[in-house]
């Protein structure tokens, strides 16, 4: 692995780091092999609880690196070959990821932060769908998850204007979770995940995969599976210590089993 995507970590927390700095953290093919590597990582490693996804220098990342164009490959090839993967590996991981974004987060850039857990900014941060400028259209899931998370009219004019969305206004649309001074940002995502991962890893993956589920089904759907995975979760050495933990009034140390 290259010096493109730095893997770190803390007690239970990971931290992947996105770092092409000079070239605004743009994606190459490389690059997206690599990221979908260190995910999967993350996300095998049971000494990992929490992942932090973040980017070197000013930005999280400025999307596709346009100079390197496809590099041989034919767009549909990227897009479910390289970017897919990405994506696939943040949402299907059974622990939550944490996306810090510095500076901005733009096209495939943006598409990868709003496929996160969690999401954190810089204040003087934004997101950027800025596709219409160079007529195509948004890619890397980015219809579908800014549609849902925001709804259709509101998803179409910020992506046909290609208007920056601050932080502040990210934080009120609901596309993030907080907005912290710039200088601040890297220790608040550690010390927001740090805190996360002393919950119970069962229950973090079960909430996931529910939370994930609900997103795109229907309610019966969801019902059914909650209660799958509340059978699977009830009984297990974790639930047993939350519970005796919370009538001993300390507080629990779960295992993750």
């Given at each position: 692995?290259?010096?493109?995507?730095?893997?770190?970590?803390?007690?239970?927390?990971?931290?992947?780091?996105?770092?092409?700095?000079?070239?605004?953290?743009?994606?190459?093919?490389?690059?997206?092999?690599?990221?979908?590597?260190?995910?999967?990582?993350a996300g095998n490693d049971t000494s990992v609880r929490v992942v932090v996804l973040t980017g070197a220098g000013r930005c999280f990342s400025a999307?596709?690196?346009?100079?390197?164009?496809?590099?041989?490959?034919?767009?549909?090839?990227?897009?479910?070959f390289e970017y897919r993967p990405v994506i696939t590996a943040i949402m299907m991981m059974p622990k939550p990821v944490i996306a810090a974004i510095p500076g901005s987060a733009a096209g495939i850039g943006m598409s990868v932060a709003l496929s996160c857990d969690l999401l954190i900014m810089a204040d003087d941060a934004f997101l950027l769908s800025p596709f219409t400028t160079i007529s195509l259209l948004p890619d890397g899931g980015l219809n579908w998850l800014l549609v849902r998370q925001l709804g259709y009219r509101r998803a179409f004019q910020l992506s046909v204007e290609s208007e920056r969305i601050g932080a502040q206004q990210c934080v009120d649309l609901g596309l993030a979770n907080r907005a912290v001074p710039a200088d601040e940002l890297q220790s608040a995502a550690y010390d927001w995940a740090k805190r996360i991962s002393t919950r119970a890893p069962l229950s973090l993956a079960a909430t996931k995969r529910a939370m994930r589920h609900a997103a795109?089904?229907?309610?019966?759907?969801?019902?059914?599976l909650e209660a799958e995975l509340q059978s699977e979760l009830v009984g297990s050495e974790d639930n047993i210590e939350?519970?005796?933990?919370?009538?001993?009034?300390?507080?629990?140390?779960f295992k993750g089993k």
């Amino acid at each position: 692995m290259s010096d493109m995507i730095k893997y770190a970590q803390d007690d239970a927390v990971a931290t992947i780091t996105i770092n092409r700095p000079d070239s605004m953290n743009a994606f190459t093919s490389e690059m997206s092999l690599e990221l979908q590597l260190a995910l999967e990582k993350a996300g095998n490693d049971t000494s990992v609880r929490v992942v932090v996804l973040t980017g070197a220098g000013r930005c999280f990342s400025a999307g596709a690196d346009l100079k390197s164009g496809f590099e041989g490959r034919p767009v549909s090839g990227k897009l479910q070959f390289e970017y897919r993967p990405v994506i696939t590996a943040i949402m299907m991981m059974p622990k939550p990821v944490i996306a810090a974004i510095p500076g901005s987060a733009a096209g495939i850039g943006m598409s990868v932060a709003l496929s996160c857990d969690l999401l954190i900014m810089a204040d003087d941060a934004f997101l950027l769908s800025p596709f219409t400028t160079i007529s195509l259209l948004p890619d890397g899931g980015l219809n579908w998850l800014l549609v849902r998370q925001l709804g259709y009219r509101r998803a179409f004019q910020l992506s046909v204007e290609s208007e920056r969305i601050g932080a502040q206004q990210c934080v009120d649309l609901g596309l993030a979770n907080r907005a912290v001074p710039a200088d601040e940002l890297q220790s608040a995502a550690y010390d927001w995940a740090k805190r996360i991962s002393t919950r119970a890893p069962l229950s973090l993956a079960a909430t996931k995969r529910a939370m994930r589920h609900a997103a795109d089904h229907d309610w019966a759907s969801s019902f059914d599976l909650e209660a799958e995975l509340q059978s699977e979760l009830v009984g297990s050495e974790d639930n047993i210590e939350g519970v005796r933990a919370f009538f001993e009034k300390r507080a629990p140390e779960f295992k993750g089993k």
